[in-house]
């Protein structure tokens, strides 16, 4: 905690003496140059709050690696594909509907939020001990049975985190956001690493993560300016949260599959330690996918509330440099993680982990098309057009999900991924009909990124061909 206060502290000066936060949070009218100085801002915090997040992990993993045994590694990851589903087909869109909502800095429409959040995270944790022995069924793992109550109890204390993180977004402050993130991950890994050199089990990870949710929920509450949130049931509020969350609800729905479909299948194709294994090289190779997704969700939306491409050619412009600059950045942050991905295992886990060199590689080039349209979902959230928003990720899952099973099916772990990178550029042209519907498609921008892209995957694939040979020997 100690550490906590100092980070707190030392952040205090720069959210308290924030002109352009306080202009924001009191509605005046921001110029061209404040707001291209506050994405900034808010850019760089998130690439230092995401890469010292990625950091802690990556620390965490590699004491971890030598302290547990790869099937833990695979255990939490089947447990966190349960609780990141309940969560996601569960979502009705608080965080996104603060950030978005005229009323997104009403306390009733904020405490209604809350109140909606409260009961849905409560609800989660009776739905995970009910799926507990399905789950260890599914998967012929019957620790799961034990380990996913123990886990869901995380849910139960984030129902209570206050929606002032959410209008701390909405205004692009996110210097306190950031340390109270780094904070609680730190606290939580501390107490991973104590409880398993005390117990040597898997446990350690479940417990260590709850306690990293309580130490977030007090951090939050204590450092986070603005009112304590109430229970509040107002029927206005209530309307509208659940109208746009509706098409929210059914988008994240989506993104579970989007985001833990892989895992599912696999489950099924290899060994509860391949899963392990599987799950050190996805990490390493998503870790500035991260970084781009939390860029791309805190700054697009407010960026695009404020300046609608569609509106003038000024706005076009401004959000133009930022898609240039944002999907250059996150591209070449891929290639280079596929070309050094085998390198990077092998300098920093054990032999046991060698396999993982080449998910890096394989992980890193099949995300590259999903990211060259992953700015265009801004226009139409912050048009408040959630339904297209669903529409495009129904179009990825079905694809993604479809095309990585049959991928497996013919072609092992290589043909996944090949279905995996098939799939997200068939779904680019649903992604261009919705940026087309708010005016904000970039056809210069699709096709700088996408030659880029195919320099970058070719030059990797060339590199390290080997290592990608040696995932055909995963899948049993």
């Not at 010292?52 to 833990?72: D, H, K, T, V, Y």
């Not at 509706?246 to 895992?263: P, R």
Request: net charge positive.
């Amino acid at each position: 905690m100690r550490f906590a206060r100092r980070a707190m502290r030392f952040l205090a000066p720069v959210r308290s003496s924030s002109a352009l936060g306080a202009a924001a949070m009191s509605g005046e009218p921001t110029t061209p140059g404040k707001i291209t100085e506050r994405l900034a801002s808010g850019a760089l915090l998130t690439i230092g709050g995401h890469f010292g997040g990625q950091m802690i992990r990556l620390i965490g993993n590699l004491i971890l690696s030598r302290i547990l045994f790869p099937e833990a590694f695979g255990l939490m990851t089947l447990v966190t594909v349960v609780l990141v589903g309940v969560a996601m087909f569960s979502d009705i869109g608080i965080a996104p509907s603060i950030q978005q909502s005229k009323r997104g800095d009403d306390p009733d429409f904020l405490d209604t939020a809350w109140t909606l959040q409260l009961i849905r995270f409560s609800s989660l944790w009776v739905v995970c001990c009910i799926l507990a022995w399905p789950a260890g069924a599914f998967f012929n793992e019957p620790m799961l049975t034990q380990l996913l109550p123990v886990a869901a109890l995380s849910l139960v204390i984030a129902g209570f985190l206050p929606t002032r993180i959410h209008t701390a977004s909405r205004h692009l402050l996110i210097g306190r956001l950031t340390a109270i993130d780094l904070a609680s991950q730190a606290i939580g890994l501390i107490a991973i690493i104590v409880l398993a050199l005390i117990t040597r089990s898997v446990w350690a990870m479940p417990i260590g993560n709850v306690f990293g949710v309580f130490i977030k929920l007090i951090l939050a509450d204590r450092y986070l300016p603005g009112a304590r949130n109430r229970f509040r049931w107002e029927k206005e509020a209530r309307h509208e949260l659940v109208h746009f969350g509706k098409w929210i609800f059914l988008s994240t729905a989506c993104s579970f599959l989007l985001s833990q479909s892989d895992k599912i299948i696999l489950g099924k194709f290899i060994s509860i330690e391949g899963i392990g294994i599987y799950n050190v090289g996805f990490f390493m190779a998503t870790a500035p996918m991260a970084i781009a997704i939390a860029i791309n969700s805190r700054l697009t939306l407010p960026l695009c509330r404020d300046h609608p491409p569609g509106q003038s050619a000024d706005n076009f412009r401004v959000v133009r440099r930022f898609r240039f600059r944002f999907s250059f950045a996150a591209l070449s942050c891929q290639i280079v993680l596929a070309l050094l991905g085998v390198t990077i295992i092998d300098i920093l886990y054990d032999d046991r982990f060698l396999a993982s060199g080449g998910v890096v590689v394989a992980v890193a080039l099949m995300n590259l098309p999903y990211i060259i349209g992953i700015t265009y979902e801004g226009p139409a959230l912050a048009a408040a057009d959630s339904r297209a928003v669903f529409m495009l990720n129904l179009t990825r899952a079905v694809l993604q999900t479809g095309l990585f099973l049959a991928g497996v099916e013919l072609g092992g772990l290589q043909g996944a991924f090949i279905g995996y990178a098939l799939a997200h550029l068939l779904s680019h042209g649903v992604v261009i009909h919705v940026a087309r519907k708010h005016k904000a498609w970039d056809p210069l921008h699709d096709a700088v990124m996408l030659l880029l892209s195919i320099g970058g995957a070719a030059l990797a694939l060339w590199v390290n061909s080997g290592a990608i040979l040696m995932l055909s020997n995963f899948v049993r």
